[in-house]
């Protein structure tokens, strides 16, 4: 059984940054894709981020430019480096693992953290 723990989350103001991290344990597999995902009150839970056990990454749309995934050395954890946050930017975020190539589809992944807040103040 794996099991995701995230940190970093927190109450910033528009244009600071936050680094989300997502620890895993349990049984992990050279496959893997590990994601981030969002949700706001209201509103659907949606992709932000994904990254390969080849170190393959994806954005979405909305956070190009400004958020980066990445690994640990240990390959067990991974991080969410956000940059330039917007109100808009506020949410509940999730990481997200899934045991095969990446998917932007949140149905596909297998196992879920526990979420942690992000609240960006105009």
């Known amino acids: 059984q794996v099991q995701l723990v995230e940190s970093g989350g927190g109450l910033v103001q528009a244009g600071g940054s936050l680094r989300l991290s997502c620890e895993a344990s349990?049984?992990?597999?050279?496959?893997?894709?590990t994601a981030w995902f969002r949700q706001a009150p209201g509103k659907e839970r949606e992709f932000v981020a994904q990254?390969?056990?080849?170190?393959?990454?994806n954005y979405a749309d909305s956070v190009k430019g400004r958020f980066t995934i990445s690994r640990g050395d240990a390959k067990n954890t991974v991080y969410l480096q956000m940059n330039s946050l917007k109100p808009e930017d506020t949410a509940v975020y999730y990481c997200?693992?899934?045991?095969?190539?990446?998917?932007?589809?949140?149905?596909?992944?297998?196992?879920w953290g526990q979420g942690t807040q992000v609240t960006v103040s105009s």
């Open positions: 990254i390969t056990w080849s170190t393959t990454t």
């Open positions: 349990g049984r992990t597999f050279s496959s893997d894709t």
């Open positions: 997200a693992l899934r045991l095969g190539s990446g998917s932007y589809a949140n149905t596909n992944y297998n196992y």
